[in-house]
């Protein structure tokens, strides 16, 4: 039996390639001092903090939707993390520590374990950061969607 070379290819991928984790940020409140989202990485779960939707104005607004890649950053001030990659008219958008997006970031993705009850923020910023970089610790780079799970009017 002849195999085709894209039969041969896909075989020679499906036992050779490492996988690319399937990354999904589903945002599901956009209030006047963050947005918030919950973060699906294969099996893992995170909760994101982000700054409020401002016209993806550099520092001072989340990201808009869609997909981008994200690549193994070392940062001096947050280490070894990824940054989100292809933003229309931004860089070094990073996932890192920190709890309220207003006060500990500037456009950067804020990694939590749960939400904090009364206000935009997630907690345990350090413990999911730590989980966040375990489950990542063989990728260099992969995809995220990010989306809205609830109707919003951008206008």
Known sequence: MVLSWELAEQYLLMFFKKNEPEAILERFA????GTL?????????????????????KEVSCIPTGT???KAYTSKRFGNTFEITDVK????????????????S?????????????T???????????RFRDTLQDV???EIEVKDTTPYDWS
């Not at 989202?37 to 104005?57: H, M, S």
């Not at 950067?108 to 009364?118: A, I, N, P, Q, T």
């Not at 935009?120 to 730590?130: H, N, R």
Request: glycine share 8%.
């Open 30 to 33: 956009y209030l006047p001092d």
């Open 37 to 57: 989202g919950k973060l699906t990485i294969d099996d893992q779960v995170f909760w994101i903090a982000e700054r409020p939707w401002r016209g993806n104005k």
């Open 68 to 70: 981008y890649t994200c």
């Open 89 to 104: 008219d931004r860089t070094y958008i990073l996932f890192h520590v920190g709890n309220f997006p207003e006060k500990d």
């Open 106 to 118: 500037h456009g950067c993705l804020l990694v939590g374990e749960s939400l904090m009850k009364g």
């Open 120 to 130: 935009t923020a997630v907690s345990s910023s350090k413990v999911a950061m730590k």
């Open 140 to 142: 260099k780079e992969f």
